[in-house]
């Protein structure tokens, strides 16, 4: 297939900050896409030549969209799996697959998942609405405390709440959830596998979520994780066996935690690329979004590997700011060494909505780090 | 100034391939941007907020686009300086100036300034035409062999030719025209200067063009270039010096010449991003087009220094092949380590034109120069 400057498309379900960077890759080599977004005001609104808006969650939508391209592909999970499943049999090539996401887009199904095919997870239950979590609770079935997660809908920290108490129960949502133990971590890692069509596997380096000591927020990513090497290997091994579980193909993500005896579990992944691999656009051979790219075009899978060390930052609104978004000291962290801000391009912030990132590049890794603290300190998302 | 996410305008003269490498950036930054260029399939006709088709070198055209941004930059030396002049009148901020783009665009009064300005450049005299050329050969006043250089519209190679004798001189274009001494040397240079309106200056490591041996064509940018480094010192220092004889702001490609002695010439100056920067994308801390955006909105410059060797080959079109392009082995391209293809967008290939280039970055240099090698030998830009 000869998808460089000809009619080739790539159709992109989701038009935010992954698919707006994942467009960067397609204008370098020319690939014609179709973005579907239900908001007119997505980042990917300019750069696609073909914008839709539309909603992602309904079948004609994402079925009519999917007619029109050659290959297809989402940046966000909540899609509808009815449409990928028929645009799929009338022979669209859909990747990451329809069957693939139906085992990772419900929370409850991809814990069940890990069960089924032996993968290290964090011990778990499923129940179907709050009734049933209440009845748990109530019988002593479930104990506290416990980490509970909406089955769908979850993104950026939402629909995810350690529940220590019974009335901690009361705002948590209706739906289908699970129950997981708490397990006291050491690390929370990350490892990014691509996988193509033809079975070529390739791992990024492990990733380090360094928290907030009190805030217990992911304050850096970090790349390389400052873990011991057998430790990254069996990590990236976890990864590379989640994603042939999942027959993947393209990038999966693989969020885990290092517990104390440096047993690893696998937290939940994410069928795209990832907020964790944003580093990669500055510090790697082949940036996430590239080896998308590759990935789902059955290219050849391109070097993983780091040039440098990098650490990113997210840029997300300051408390008590709602309204037209300004970067204050943008100027100052661009005179930092390694300093690189993205802008997402949302127009209006919001307190704590994720409204670009910051990756400070280095050949040495605790010096990216001290810079990227001094970026944290310096740069504030703020309103008008 | 606020540039992120607002209502401010860069506009870009010119929507080639580098102005949509530039948009990357604004992209990036979500900085909104304009383009005007004459073709309608222009690469930069997405990506920008908004593109106008129309004539570069008309005054009407040039001033009314420049009326609605706040500054203005181009990516190609043709376009209508007194339309410039106009708009720097009315306090639109034009980058590089009008003035300064006075001093380059014509071959003859840019070999003039280096001359006024101490800055060595290869002796030459200059001709208001062709038969003012033909007099002074006719008179003996011009000697055999020399370089003769059409004073406007020389681009990639057009307008410059090496006269050996008389007879070459009949199929030169009619107008203004210099002749140069041809000076034999070891090494063709280039040293990109990013200054800013505030003063701030950096220079990019010194870059090789490495000659075919029997084509004498450049096969090869090489960064960093395999000389002396006293030499690439003297090197970075002459660039700097010119870029500041030109107060110029922006990126200020300057093109020189190893003499055998090792004398550094001046051969000629691009007030903008330019080819022997493209290595920059993978290679550098701050890419070239990222730079230009800092210069021109008196931003903080980036890091200059390569995290990598970078070797870069162009993609131009086949002989004997015109009509839609197809990317001949591009995938076995992608098979080889640290390789990235840019494909420009251009749909026809013809003859020797750009329609794109490859990067190759390896820690090695030397690996780097070999696996471009292999590039150059497996990529084949042909029609279908």
Same mark, same amino acid.
């Given at each position: 297939m000869n998808y460089f400057s000809t009619s080739f498309t790539l159709g992109i379900l989701g038009g935010g900050q992954l698919g707006k960077m994942m467009l960067y890759e397609t204008r370098k080599w020319d690939i014609k896409t179709h973005v579907l977004d239900p908001s007119n005001e997505a980042p990917c609104r300019i750069a696609a030549d073909h914008f839709q808006q539309g909603n992602l969650m309904d079948f004609e939508t994402v079925y009519n969209f999917g007619k029109k391209v050659d290959v297809l592909t989402f940046e966000i999970e909540g899609v509808n799996i009815e449409a990928l499943e028929k645009l799929e049999s009338e022979g669209i090539k859909?990747? !990451?697959?329809?069957?693939?996401?139906?085992?990772?887009?419900?929370?409850?199904?991809q814990?069940?998942?890990?069960?089924?095919?032996?993968?290290?997870?964090?011990?778990?239950? @499923?129940?179907?609405?709050?009734?049933?979590?209440? $009845?748990?609770? @109530?019988?002593?079935?479930?104990?506290?405390?416990?980490?509970? /997660?909406?089955?769908?809908?979850?993104?950026?920290?939402?629909?995810?709440?350690?529940?220590?108490?019974? $009335? $901690? @129960?009361?705002p948590l949502s209706e739906g289908a959830c699970i129950a997981e133990k708490l397990i006291p971590f050491k690390n929370e890692l990350a490892v990014i596998v691509a996988r193509n069509p033809s079975g070529e596997v390739k791992t990024y380096p492990v990733v380090e979520m360094e928290f907030h000591p009190e805030a217990n927020?992911?304050?850096? @990513?970090?790349?390389?994780?400052?873990?011991?090497?057998? *430790?990254?290997?069996?990590?990236?091994? #976890?990864?590379?066996?989640?994603?042939?579980?999942?027959?993947?193909?393209?990038? #999966?993500a693989v969020e885990m935690f290092q517990t104390e005896d440096d047993e690893i579990l696998v937290n939940e992944v994410a069928p795209r690329p990832h907020n964790s691999g944003h580093y990669s656009i500055e510090a790697s051979y082949t940036n996430q979004f590239e080896q998308q790219i590759r990935a789902i075009l059955d290219l050849p899978l391109g070097n993983t590997d780091s040039k440098v060390a990098g650490v990113m930052v997210n840029l997300v609104g300051a408390e008590s700011h709602t309204g037209p978004v300004v970067y204050k000291n943008i100027e100052k962290i661009l005179a930092?060494?390694?300093?690189?801000?993205?802008?997402?391009?949302?127009? $209006?912030?919001? !307190?704590?909505?994720?409204?670009?990132?910051?990756?400070?590049?280095?050949?040495? #890794?605790?010096?990216?780090? /001290?810079?990227?603290?001094?970026?944290?300190?310096?740069?504030? *998302? *703020?309103?008008?």
């Open positions: 859909v990747y !990451p697959s329809a069957a693939t996401l139906r085992n990772i887009q419900d929370k409850g199904i814990k069940q998942f890990y069960k089924d095919h032996q993968i290290p997870t964090s011990p778990f239950k @499923v129940y179907k609405d709050k009734y049933a979590l209440n $009845e748990a609770i @109530v019988r002593k079935e479930l104990h506290f405390p416990f980490v509970w /997660k909406s089955c769908t809908g979850g993104y950026d920290g939402k629909g995810v709440s350690i529940i220590r108490e019974a $009335e $901690e @129960v009361i927020q992911v304050e850096y @990513v970090i790349c390389p994780a400052r873990i011991d090497d057998a *430790v990254a290997e069996k990590a990236r091994a #976890l990864a590379t066996k989640v994603s042939e579980a999942f027959k993947h193909v393209g990038l #999966l930092m060494e390694g300093v690189t801000p993205h802008i997402y391009g949302k127009k $209006e912030t919001r !307190p704590f909505r994720k409204m670009g990132h910051v990756t400070i590049v280095n050949k040495d #890794l605790n010096k990216a780090r /001290k810079i990227a603290e001094e970026v944290k300190k310096t740069i504030k *998302v *703020v309103s008008k």
